[in-house]
């Protein structure tokens, strides 16, 4: 199949709606192309949640991010938030800091072993999107992000940096 011709749908497929079709393309896309991130986080005893934490405090920095303001810009949810940041304090990736004036708000910030392990991640990180994308030209690619933005949208918070431009 060349890069400009549209998949062509495999008869006997039955769905019951042209959105469930759609929804599980997504999955199933999802599926593979998680799989590939997976094989390399794993070797570096990290899952992809925890990776884009590192990411985000990293962007952050040199503030601290609250631990509600870092689960708010997380690209998918993490149910708990605790555990995950425990996972990563145990490694000494980040710190967390309780304010002295309300104990109750915590502050999160990246260490410098964090920092470390990110920048030894940046290159093979940039080679596993290459791996999941670099088929699609500019243009494709472009169109994607549209059409999934455009299909998050009524669905994303208002303040998400994720909400469609």
Do not use: C
């Amino acid at each position: 199949m060349s890069a400009s011709s549209p998949p062509q749908r495999r008869a006997g497929r039955k769905f019951d709606s042209l959105e469930q079709e759609a929804y599980l393309h997504l999955w199933r896309t999802y599926d593979r192309l998680k799989a590939i991130e997976d094989d390399l986080f794993e070797t570096h005893r990290l899952s992809a949640q925890q990776y884009n934490t590192l990411r985000l405090l990293r962007a952050a920095a040199p503030e601290a991010l609250t631990v509600q303001g870092l689960a708010s810009r997380l690209i998918s949810r993490a149910p708990d938030m605790t555990r995950l940041l425990d996972r990563l304090e145990e490694r000494g990736l980040i710190l967390r800091t309780r304010r002295t004036g309300n104990r109750r708000i915590v502050d999160v910030s990246l260490t410098d072993a964090g920092r470390t392990l990110l920048e030894e991640l940046a290159e093979p990180v940039r080679n596993v999107h290459r791996r999941q994308l670099a088929h699609l030209s500019a243009d494709q690619l472009r169109m994607l992000i549209e059409l999934l933005s455009v299909a998050r949208g009524p669905h994303e918070e208002p303040d998400s940096p994720w909400s469609p431009r």
